[in-house]
């Protein structure tokens, strides 16, 4: 029986709408969902910020509302494999056949309302956004987890109502266009704070939460905090992930387990068991088990996160793609491979602190930095890299180049090779890994049917 190989969608129309930053403002979204009826109105929401953290929260969660029966509808920026995997249903992202479908919605509307002048200046990520609302709206989920693109007052996702709102982490990130100070980026990010919607905080700096806890109080929104509303305690990380105890007004303390790595991801996994509890409550669901927390926790995957995508040589991806982050990260290598020697191959893109990031890597114990760059417009230029590499004492690399030869060589079980940065380079980086492993096992006759 012949195949018929499902054609891909044509996103070819959508590159006249890309930009390099944000068009902030909702006019052009709420006119865009108006001509579609308001599909985001008729969705129940969970609406998540923060710098950091905020898709490891939702990929928590949205294992943590499935447990509970519900169909969770997501939308998360960037996307590491696929463009489609943007929004999804259960982890299942949308089909080629149904986002070629809206994407054709799109373009006809735009074509209809080519002289509309508040759609002038659409971007791409807004558009993306609108198809979002549409698709889970047209598919009845239960709840639609959004995840703010950059900043929160004046992000695309903001034209919602939702039942639950969340802020993860605050740090410096997109300085240039929130802030240079936590004050702030944390004034942009509570944007999104509605009146009287339930607001859950994660582990957040007392500079930043202040201003958000104000903004909670001028809007009486219910304000759920972290270290009050909700205990999480580390009890320490092994090889199959970090273990915690988790107590709130609704359990008493005791253990869990996420398979994310790094401590971090135990304050967002218990930031999501606080969003469920919440959810429920105010749906009048009945609340999880302990048993039913801990299955939903363990089910928990997030690509690109400590992802260890080889064993054989071990080869972790993480993106950390701002200062916040890569000290996490730090953290996370010091904590589970501190005895390893590792290589750390690292990219990002223009509006990043670079040479702050660079200079957290090369702190990390026993590792060697490699510097290198990737196509896409957004990344520094190989000339950036290869004279900041030469300032700093540093290998500048091309990376392709690097990892055949990685690939090729040997290594010991005490070696470790890190890539990170930019999730943009890392979803370059993983294809390519993905394909050296098939074409390897395809040599050898392994090759997979």
Known sequence: ?????????????????????????????????ALRGNPHLQLSVIHIGGTNGKGSTIAHLRQLLEMRGLRVGTFTSPYLISYNEQIAINGRSIPNQDLSRLLETYRA?????????????VTEFEIMTALAYDYLAQEEVDVAIMEVGMGGLLDSTNVCRPDLTAI??????????????????????????????????????????VVIEDKAHQKQAPNY????????????????????????????????????????QVDNAGLAIE??????????????????????????????????????????????HNPHAMERLARTL????????????FSCIQTKSLEEMVGQLKQVPKSQLILTNFADPRSFSKEKMAALACEQGLNYADWQGFLEAYLKAEHGTDELLLITGSLYFLAQVRAYIIDKEKESRSEYGHEEN
């Open 168 to 209: 993860t982490t605050i740090g410096l990130d997109h300085v240039a266009l929130l802030g240079h100070s936590l004050a702030a980026i944390a004034e942009q990010k509570a944007g999104i704070v509605k009146p009287n919607v339930p607001l859950v905080t994660g582990r957040i700096e007392p500079e930043a939460l």
């Open 334 to 345: 010091s904590q589970h491979y501190p005895d390893l020697d590792k290589k750390i191959l």
């Open 275 to 320: 969003l469920c509890d919440l959810y429920c409550q105010s749906q009048q669901l009945p609340l999880l088990t302990k048993e039913q927390v801990g299955a939903a926790l363990v089910a928990t995957s997030w690509l690109g996160r400590m992802e260890q995508i080889s064993h054989q040589p071990r080869i972790l991806l993480d993106g950390a």
């Open 1 to 33: 029986m012949s195949m018929i190989k499902e054609e891909l969608p044509d996103l070819s129309w959508l590159e006249a709408y890309r930009t390099d930053s944000p068009n902030f403002g909702l006019e052009r979204m709420e006119r865009m969902l």
């Open 225 to 264: 905090v972290y270290g009050q509303s909700y205990q999480v305690q580390s009890l320490g990380g092994t090889e199959s992930g970090e273990h915690f105890s988790f107590s709130n007004a609704y359990r008493e303390a005791e253990p869990y387990l996420t398979p994310l790595l790094g401590q971090h």
């Open 109 to 121: 509307l735009f074509e209809e309302q080519a002289n509309d002048e508040v759609l002038q200046g």
